[in-house]
């Protein structure tokens, strides 16, 4: 996403920014932090609902919002997502005490623009407020690095952790072949074949070879 010019940003500050969560001290907190910030309008509301009907009147540019309320669980998620859907170009800046990475990645995912810990200094809100006004993504360097791990993580499959030489094997397999006519066609030995059928039957979590052709069926399927 593009960054506001100067001019744009200049005039955000005159726009409300609304901040939602159910604790003063951190109302309190932000407020301060925006109103350094240059920020003339601060709207606040402490519940799921009333940040929802406050943010459908004010229309704000920008919210700080938590993403847990008493009583509510993880609601803050859910009201990301209906706000954005009222208005895709709002930018939500998450003020957090949940420091695990599926969370930190669920709010991303739901539209967040920035995500900052509440035991981090007051300065790196207004670091991150600045980078979200701009219209960049915030993200702590560690955080940063956890959740692209995570999504690392989750595009890994299981057939993408077998060698080349099993990948090989394991698409003969596929094709209807036996362990001999595998070892002939790929210059290897019986042994090896029967090895890296035993090494891919433990990596895929499968327990006899009419489980593992099953899934050396199944891939060449997706991939054909």
Do not use: W
């Amino acid at each position: 996403m593009n960054a506001l010019s100067p001019k744009a940003v200049i005039a955000s500050t005159r726009l409300p920014v609304l901040v939602i969560d159910d604790h003063p001290i951190v109302l309190q907190g932000c407020r301060r932090v925006l109103e350094d910030a240059g920020v003339e309008t601060v709207a606040e509301a402490t519940s799921v609902v009333a940040g929802y009907r406050a943010f459908h009147r004010l229309r704000p540019p920008i919210v700080i919002c938590d993403l847990t309320f008493q009583g509510s669980g993880l609601a803050g998620l859910g009201l990301i997502r209906r706000m954005r859907a009222v208005e895709p170009k709002v930018r939500v800046l998450v003020f957090s005490m949940h420091n695990d990475p599926v969370i930190v990645a669920r709010a991303l995912e739901a539209g967040a623009l920035g995500y900052v810990l509440k035991d981090h200094a007051s300065a790196e809100l207004y670091d991150a407020f600045e980078r979200v006004r701009a219209g960049e993504v915030y993200l702590d360097r560690r955080l940063a690095t956890e959740v692209a791990m995570l999504r690392a993580d989750a595009r890994r499959t299981p057939e993408s952790q077998l060698t080349p030489r099993e990948q090989q094997i394991l698409a003969r397999l596929a094709q209807g072949k036996s362990y001999g006519a595998i070892a002939s066609d790929l210059s290897v030995s019986y042994k090896t074949v029967t090895n890296a059928c035993s090494q891919m039957r433990q990596k895929l979590g499968v327990r006899t070879l009419a489980e593992l052709i099953h899934v050396a069926v199944t891939q060449a399927q997706r991939q054909g």
